[in-house]
């Protein structure tokens, strides 16, 4: 949750962006931030306490460290919009999806095999 949405402030699409960025560091995590907190410290935290990033930020390349930061910026003048995210490099550099199809056909056999 956005910490504008958690100090109920007007809001707009920058709560996307927001949430966007914290699904980034759960896909590279396994887990959102907070996790083993109770939802009400979870959110006082993400109002009040610094941005949070992914647990092992050395892992993490240069450009999805800047994407991260694009989109987990507390003021939402200085947050990326969705269209500025489109032309971030770390997008640009992307493969198209389908090189996803032989990954995601390999996962299905192994997981037919359990």
């Known amino acids: 949750m956005a910490p504008e949405v958690i100090s109920k402030m007007p809001y707009g699409t920058e709560v ?13 995590d396994g887990e959102p931030p907070y996790f083993n907190e109770t939802p009400i410290s979870a959110m006082k935290k993400l109002r009040d306490e610094p941005v949070p990033s992914v647990k092992n ?8 460290k800047d994407f991260l930061s694009c989109m987990l910026t507390r003021d939402t ?3 990326s919009s969705a269209s500025d995210l489109l032309e971030h490099p770390f997008l640009l550099q992307a493969g198209p999806p389908r090189c996803l199809v032989p990954l995601v056909e390999q996962y299905r056999k192994r997981m037919s095999l359990c």
């Open 57 to 64: 930020i050395q892992r993490v390349s240069p450009v999805l």
């Open 16 to 28: 996307d962006i927001w949430s966007l960025g914290i699904m980034v560091v759960e896909m590279v």
């Open 77 to 79: 003048q200085q947050r």
